[in-house]
């Protein structure tokens, strides 16, 4: 068996320890970075969510959207945030209701059983005068939460929404 | 080199330790991390759904969510769909009565949505009941039964009341049961079904058909008397000619602030707080708003109400409860007159006049604290008026009238008193 000469041993060793140590860094990095609150973009992302819900529910609608879209930066895939900036976007004027739109259906694509979404998205659909798809979100919506169901109804049944919209912004849980 | 190689070893160990400690560390900020990430999650509320899907002997409609997993359990497996055929053969079998001839279908009549066309139900012996058959429709997703009692909450549980109450006599078998249930258990066919609904009863054949077997079959049974397919579940599922452009008006009418029907007739039930998989739990003001005083008593704004029909009282003892009764199904509303608790309403155009004028205490310019906060007088015009029947009319189910026969002779059981009454 070989034996390595002395003055190798330390070289090798350091090298060894170093390889070690870098490997050990490069697993513990991402964890160790995500132990920090400000760099969390999921956090982040909730942090401007709830806040765009109390803005709303104040009635801040400009301020709301833009915390909602500040939340989407910071995490896209959150069904919640794009329904929230659907209705926002909606409540703000008729030529926001394409993006509206695709807000609604970015959150249901994302969560399928998001109720709230369809609710919203059918009260656009009345907006437009398209019944059918309306009718369409009231379908789903009846298996899925029938007390939203019931104010879809009201709004497909008469054409226009409560005016003060009572209960819209209060489904919401921050 | 024993001492470099222990050296060497010792320093591979330690080195090892630290990369542990390290991985270690590097897994444990992680779990704290995704802690965190769940915590600050928003709390999005999610629909409750069953994961687990039941296999019942019906299907849920379309447009309608799943009833309670008790419910539906009720149903479920041969044995469910056993029971069902066995509810059915009971609810019209005339043996089940005092006078061999009076079945549940008397006063629950297919045709009429299982109503009678009697203004108060008229029991086996000719007793008259102090109140309005009701509808039965829809009760897998029905919190309580009966107009005013919300302590009976099943239909097997309720089913008791019809058979073996004396005050007043519905079927009048209190004493006779024994003797009716032999009678039954005779028969081959029960027996058979017997054996299917309830295979591991310990009795037998002899010991068949025992109250509690009665009651729950008959509850089966009525559990799968869904109406979903009138002109306006059509029309919910995307017909647009399903209503007419009347009774399209007289939707807006009915969900308007300003008539308000919705108010109090709601979702899919068109009745009161529904249950259903994941619904709130129908206790406290949920189980209250389900009771409801219409303005049809305390004429002379004292309190005066009709000794037999106190109203809520009757169970809850509380002096707010006086008068209110259980918020009914407009499911096929067009075919269950006369109208409310004690039928004192003939038509559907006497209602709409009623609901118009705040109630008879209004109409009487008495004032009533009793009377609901719901109940605000609004003005129709005649064309409104008529699209609003135009709509309680779209309400009827035509396929679920016609659905359920008498086994027997194939034909619905006729409106009225049993012959010889």
């Not at chain 2, 209110?324 to 006049?353: C, K, Q, W």
């Amino acid at each position: 068996m070989k034996i390595p000469n002395a003055s190798s041993i330390p070289s090798t060793l350091a090298s060894t320890l170093a390889l070690l140590c870098l490997l050990a860094l490069t697993l513990a990095a991402p964890a160790l970075a995500a132990g920090s609150k400000k760099a969390d973009p999921v956090d982040e992302a909730a942090k401007a969510y709830n806040k765009g819900v109390e803005q709303l529910a104040d009635g801040n609608l400009d301020r709301a959207r833009k915390s909602f879209e500040k939340a989407l930066d910071k995490r896209e895939d959150f069904a919640e945030a794009h329904n929230n900036l659907g209705y926002a976007l909606r409540k703000l004027g008729e030529e926001n209701w394409d993006a509206a739109e695709e807000h609604y259906n970015r959150a249901l694509e994302l969560n399928p059983e998001l109720a709230q979404a369809y609710h919203y998205r059918g009260v656009l659909h009345v907006l437009r005068g398209d019944e059918a798809a309306a009718k369409a979100d009231h379908a789903k919506l009846s298996e899925l939460k029938p007390e939203l169901a019931d104010q879809l109804m009201e709004v497909l049944a008469t054409g226009s929404e409560p005016a003060d919209g009572a209960g819209v912004a209060g489904e919401w849980s921050p | 080199m024993p001492a470099l190689a222990r050296w060497r070893g010792s320093a591979l160990a330690g080195l090892s330790l630290v990369f542990l400690a390290l991985l270690a560390l590097s897994a444990l900020v992680s779990l704290h991390s995704s802690a965190e990430a769940g915590l600050g999650t928003p709390k999005a509320e999610r629909p409750s759904l069953s994961d687990s899907p039941t296999a019942t002997a019906i299907s849920w409609p379309q447009g309608f969510p799943p009833p309670p997993p008790e419910v539906a359990a009720k149903l479920a497996g041969p044995e469910g769909a056993a029971r069902i055929e066995l509810g059915r053969k009971l609810f019209f079998e005339p043996r089940l009565a005092v006078d061999g001839r009076t079945s549940c279908a008397q006063c629950h009549q297919p045709r009429l949505a299982f109503t009678d066309g009697l203004p108060q139900a008229v029991g086996a012996t000719g007793e008259s009941h102090p109140r309005n058959s009701p509808s039965l429709v829809n009760l897998a997703w029905a919190p309580t039964l009966t107009w005013d009692d919300p302590t009976i909450v099943s239909l097997a549980q309720h089913a008791r009341t019809p058979l073996l109450a004396e005050h007043p006599v519905e079927m009048g078998l209190e004493g006779r049961w024994g003797q009716v249930r032999r009678q039954l258990a005779a028969d081959p066919r029960y027996r058979q079904l017997h054996r299917r609904a309830f295979p591991t009863s310990v009795g037998g054949d002899d010991e068949a058909l025992t109250l509690d077997q009665v009651t729950t079959a008959l509850e089966a049974f009525q559990l799968t008397l869904i109406s979903a397919d009138s002109p306006y579940d059509r029309w919910t599922r995307g017909g647009e000619e399903a209503l007419s452009p009347a009774a399209r008006r007289g939707l807006a009418l009915f969900f308007s602030a300003r008539v308000g029907c919705a108010r109090c007739h709601r979702g899919f039930t068109f009745g009161g707080p529904a249950a259903w998989d994941g619904a709130p739990l129908f206790l406290g003001e949920r189980r209250r708003a389900a009771y409801r005083n219409t303005g049809l008593y305390d004429i002379d704004g004292r309190g005066s109400y009709p000794a037999s029909n106190p109203g809520l009282i009757r169970h809850t003892g509380q002096q707010s409860d006086r008068g209110r009764f259980r918020i009914p199904t407009l499911r096929n509303v067009a075919v269950t007159a006369p109208y409310m608790h004690d039928g004192s309403l003939e038509t559907l155009e006497a209602v709409i006049d009623h609901y118009a004028a705040g109630g008879r205490v209004a109409q009487r310019g008495w004032p009533s604290a009793a009377v609901d906060e719901e109940m605000n007088p609004f003005q129709l015009s005649t064309t409104e008026r008529q699209d609003l029947l135009a709509f309680l009319h779209s309400l009827t189910d035509e396929s679920f009238l016609a659905a359920h026969q008498q086994p027997e002779t194939g034909a619905s059981a006729q409106p009225g008193p049993a012959p010889g009454r």
